[in-house]
């Protein structure tokens, strides 16, 4: 049954780069008309779980969990964060093993797409699911001897003392032969049908767009979700998360989700084969 609405709830987590995209919408630039558009802000994990649940009618989530929500949302083409040769860490103290094996590697999700890529670098890990921002200080005070970083950790790791064991951004671009690690996306519920679909994929396309050609302002927007980081850094955590691939995955960024997900199903890490599908 098709749900007739004007209320829409656009879900993202409280990260710079997420709070970057939705600038547009966030400073009423994006006329959005008779739709009321509200958003809603959560980690990523808490929205992978909120979606199974069909929640909210736009939101970010993992890859990962796309791959157990296709059947009632669909993909945006706009929206994507992908790591370009970086992306999530694991990191060590400077005095840590020197292999995963036998190690319990602290990490922010099941659900998040750092965990399924971490899983295809290194099977049958032992892990401890934990909040994304207490990782960090787990590894730091010994309560862990590893961390899967996501965010900003990505960027002051070495201030807190901790040295790096894998980029999986930076393993996944040599191990494909260039492609971009996918991390996350911006989905839509299919029962709004595809005419509300499309008016709102237009309307978030365009959200992004705004705040890429007004990059300063939107800046000093997304700096209030950065968690400690300052100007600079806030800059450059952006510039790695909301770019071209943002704005359209492409032809790079499509065979970047395929090989993923591919790969994903052949590990039998995900519970089926996906079929890509874009909201055009």
């Given at each position: 049954?098709?749900?007739?609405?004007?209320?829409?709830?656009?879900?993202?987590?409280?990260?710079s780069?997420?709070?970057?995209?939705f600038?547009?919408?966030?400073?009423?630039?994006?006329?959005?008309?008779?739709?009321?558009?509200?958003?809603?802000?959560?980690?990523?994990?808490?929205?992978?779980?909120?979606?199974?649940?069909?929640?909210?009618?736009?939101?970010?989530?993992?890859?990962?969990?796309?791959?157990?929500?296709?059947?009632?949302?669909?993909?945006?083409?706009?929206?994507?964060?992908?790591?370009?040769?970086?992306g999530?860490?694991?990191?060590?103290?400077?005095?840590?093993?020197?292999?995963?094996?036998?190690?319990?590697?602290?990490?922010?999700?099941?659900?998040?797409?750092?965990?399924?890529?971490?899983?295809?670098?290194?099977?049958?890990?032992?892990?401890?699911?934990?909040?994304?921002?207490?990782?960090?200080?787990?590894?730091?005070?010994?309560?862990?001897?590893?961390?899967?970083?996501?965010?900003?950790?990505?960027?002051?790791?070495?201030?807190?003392?901790?040295?790096?064991?894998?980029?999986?951004?930076?393993?996944?671009?040599?191990?494909?032969?260039?492609?971009?690690?996918?991390?996350?996306?911006?989905?839509?519920?299919?029962?709004?049908?595809?005419?509300?679909?499309?008016?709102?994929?237009?309307?978030?396309?365009?959200?992004?767009?705004?705040?890429?050609?007004?990059?300063?302002?939107?800046?000093?927007?997304?700096?209030?979700?950065?968690?400690?980081?300052?100007?600079?850094?806030?800059?450059?955590?952006?510039?790695?998360?909301?770019?071209?691939?943002?704005?359209?995955?492409?032809?790079?960024?499509?065979?970047?989700?395929?090989?993923?997900l591919?790969e994903?199903?052949e590990?039998?890490?995900?519970?089926?084969?996906?079929?890509?599908?874009?909201?055009?």
């Open positions: 049954m098709r749900i007739v609405s004007t209320r829409i709830t656009v879900a993202h987590s409280p990260d780069d997420d709070a970057f995209m600038y547009g919408l966030a400073c009423g630039a994006v006329d959005t008309g008779d739709l009321q558009v509200e958003q809603v802000l959560a980690d990523i994990e808490t929205l992978n779980r909120a979606a199974f649940e069909g929640r909210y009618e736009v939101t970010a989530v993992s890859f990962h969990a796309y791959c157990h929500l296709a059947d009632r949302y669909a993909l945006l083409p706009h929206g994507a964060s992908m790591g370009d040769g970086y999530p860490m694991v990191v060590m103290r400077q005095d840590g093993p020197r292999t995963l094996d036998g190690v319990t590697v602290a990490i922010p999700g099941t659900m998040t797409s750092a965990w399924l890529a971490l899983q295809m670098y290194w099977p049958r890990l032992q892990y401890e699911v934990m909040p994304f921002d207490q990782i960090l200080e787990a590894v730091r005070d010994g309560k862990v001897a590893a961390g899967l970083i996501i965010h900003e950790g990505q960027l002051t790791y070495a201030e807190e003392g901790m040295r790096k064991f894998v980029d999986l951004g930076e393993w996944w671009k040599a191990r494909t032969g260039g492609l971009p690690l996918p991390l996350g996306c911006n989905v839509i519920r299919r029962d709004l049908g595809p005419a509300l679909m499309s008016r709102v994929s237009t309307l978030l396309h365009a959200s992004i767009t705004h705040a890429l050609g007004h990059r300063q302002a939107a800046l000093d927007y997304a700096q209030q979700f950065g968690r400690g980081l300052d100007a600079a850094r806030t800059d450059r955590f952006v510039g790695m998360y909301v770019n071209d691939l943002t704005v359209n995955y492409g032809p790079r960024g499509r065979a970047a989700i395929k090989r993923f591919d994903a199903w590990l039998r890490l995900i519970p089926k084969a996906i079929e890509i599908e874009f909201v055009e």
